[in-house]
């Protein structure tokens, strides 16, 4: 599997249970990278989309301790454990994590590689969720990194980072 996320300078990615950037241009990278696929969330993610529906084109699969809590059309696992059970028959390259902080956590070690949108600023307010910082961890390397692009003002890179605990160097 592998993670998608945008993060600031400083690694942060929400607050108050929203994204920290509109950006339009990332958005239809996602959903190029992701549709035809397998995406994994936390609830308050899900709660975060348009009406908290899940996306079309895509297998949901939702982790929650309360399974009431989740509309038609999304998967329900009781935790993260149980998601990566959930997608052992699906392409490993086409099973995305979605967010938020709390999964991405669980199941980074787990993920071959992020695709990470760096956005060139950091964030205005107080973020209160951030993603690991991969500059800093053990394993994880730069494998590419996109031009800078510019969209409703910010500028931005994709950034890929390849899990080397996962896979080793030819
Ligand atoms: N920048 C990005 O790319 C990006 C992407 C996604 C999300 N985000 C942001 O991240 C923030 C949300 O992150 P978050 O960490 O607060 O929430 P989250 O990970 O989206 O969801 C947390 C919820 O997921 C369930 N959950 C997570 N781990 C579990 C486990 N091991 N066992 C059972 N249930 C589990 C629980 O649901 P229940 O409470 O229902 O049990 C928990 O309350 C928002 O601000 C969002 O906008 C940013």
Request: charged letters at 25%; one cysteine or more; aromatic letters at 8%.
């Amino acid at each position: 599997m592998n993670a998608i996320v945008v993060v600031d300078q400083i690694w942060a990615i929400g607050r108050e249970g929203r994204l920290l950037f509109h950006l339009p241009a990332d958005m239809e990278h996602f959903k190029k990278l992701t549709t035809g696929g397998t995406i994994i969330m936390g609830r308050r993610s899900l709660n975060a989309f348009v009406e908290g529906k899940p996306l079309p084109d895509r297998r949901n699969i939702v982790v929650t301790r309360n399974a009431d809590l989740v509309p038609p059309g999304v998967e329900v696992v009781p935790d993260t454990e149980s998601a990566v059970k959930a997608v052992e028959q699906d392409d490993p390259d086409n099973v995305w994590v979605i967010g938020g902080g709390s999964v991405y956590a669980a199941l980074l070690s787990r993920c071959r590689r992020v695709y990470l949108t760096r956005v060139e600023t950091v964030a205005e307010g107080e973020p209160d969720t951030y993603f690991p910082d991969l500059d800093h961890l053990p394993g994880w390397e730069i494998e590419s990194t996109s031009e800078p692009m510019t969209d409703n003002g910010l500028t931005f890179r994709f950034v890929q980072y390849i899990n080397r605990n996962l896979v080793p160097k030819a």
